[in-house]
């Protein structure tokens, strides 16, 4: 996916890219693929699969979900960025946090969101188990995303303490979620999730299964979850 297929097809979902933000994508190529040389951020590293499989994708979520209000957004374990950094720049009046475990991503992550002079962006460099354990932060956020970190039944035990009460879990999935949210419908439902849409699409070119999950909080997740550390995917809510 080369930059002008990228913006038409954009232009097509209703995402009109100011050249601005076009040189802030080309920014963050540039800056992904010269810090990749230092540390391990992506396998993809060509132009257009990095446009079409982390780009475009992360931005996907915005064609089943409105980010046009303002909003505060967690993303759970955002590696290298996907999908909060594409989403804010596209939508930059939202207020990002993100949370990874390993401390040379959030640095990297930090060097990136000043490059691109990005505003409202927080970083934690935390575990997502005790984050969604601090008082501060558990349970405050509009939005809480995860890009195929683990799966739902996991997921959700990561991600649904953070979310406000009202608020929306958004998880973005390559492979088929049926099977998943079979096996996650009890740690939903326990930690105070109910699913609202799945919306299954392909990607462009490639042809790839995705699924964009919905999910909306609606009730206090109890004070237990998460549990500690390596617990949930150790031992899923069944």
Known sequence: MDTSLFTTMLEEKGISLSPTQLNQFETYYNLLVEWNEKMNLTAITDKPEVYLKHFFDSVSAAFYFDFSKEASICDVGAGAGFPSIPLKICFPHLKISIV??????????????????????????????????????????DIVMARAVARMSVLSELCLPLVKVDGTFIAMKAASVAEELEDGKKAITTLGGQVRDVHHFLLPIEKSDRNIVIIDKKKPTPKKYPRKPGTPNRSPIK
């Open 100 to 141: 990874d475990s390993l401390q040379k991503r959030i640095t990297f992550l930090e060097e990136l969101s000043k490059a691109l002079q990005l505003e409202n962006m927080t970083f934690y460099h935390d575990r997502a188990e005790t984050f969604g354990q601090k008082q501060d932060i558990r349970e405050t956020f």
